[in-house]
């Protein structure tokens, strides 16, 4: 199955993947995630003292990655409209940072998909991977999403 959602458990199949749309992460919104999160540490707010660090300069908050690797796979649309609830995240990396200027898209795989035993949901386990312009994986896990099914069984 192709195309917007929303897509219910019967259409999701184990190794089915979809990628999102591109997005740039700038300044402003790691000033702006620091800013509302408090986490104001000068790996991601003081670009002197970044420069000096592991990395050479800022980077963004890991849980912004994650943040955005959310929010690009939701704009592929096929969970909205049937998803119940997300039901945890599980072995999530930090493989590489996500710098200021990155460019990423996330690599949803579908990995497992099951009935409930109330029979009018499903759970779709998602592998995500979040990575840069260059190709290289920044993060990775998976993030189980109890979805609606269309027929009860």
């Known amino acids: 199955m192709t195309g917007p959602g929303p897509w219910f458990l019967e259409d999701f199949e184990v190794g089915q993947v979809l990628t999102t749309q591109a997005r ?75 710098r200021i200027g990155d460019t990423i898209t996330c690599r949803l795989e579908i990995v497992g998909v099951r009935r409930t035993s109330a029979g009018d949901t499903g759970v779709v386990d998602r592998l995500f991977t979040l990575v840069d312009q260059r190709g290289g994986i920044v993060q990775q896990g998976r993030i189980p999403l109890m979805v609606r099914a269309r027929d009860r069984t």
């Open 24 to 98: 740039t992460v700038t300044e402003a919104d790691v000033v702006g995630f620091a800013a509302s999160t408090w986490d104001t540490n000068e790996v991601h707010t003081d670009a002197v003292a970044a420069a000096d660090g592991r990395f050479g300069e800022r980077i963004a908050h890991g849980l912004l990655g994650m943040s955005y690797a959310m929010g690009l796979v939701s704009r592929l649309g096929v969970f909205e409209g049937s998803s119940v609830a997300l039901l945890g995240v599980e072995n999530w990396r930090f493989v590489a940072p996500v």
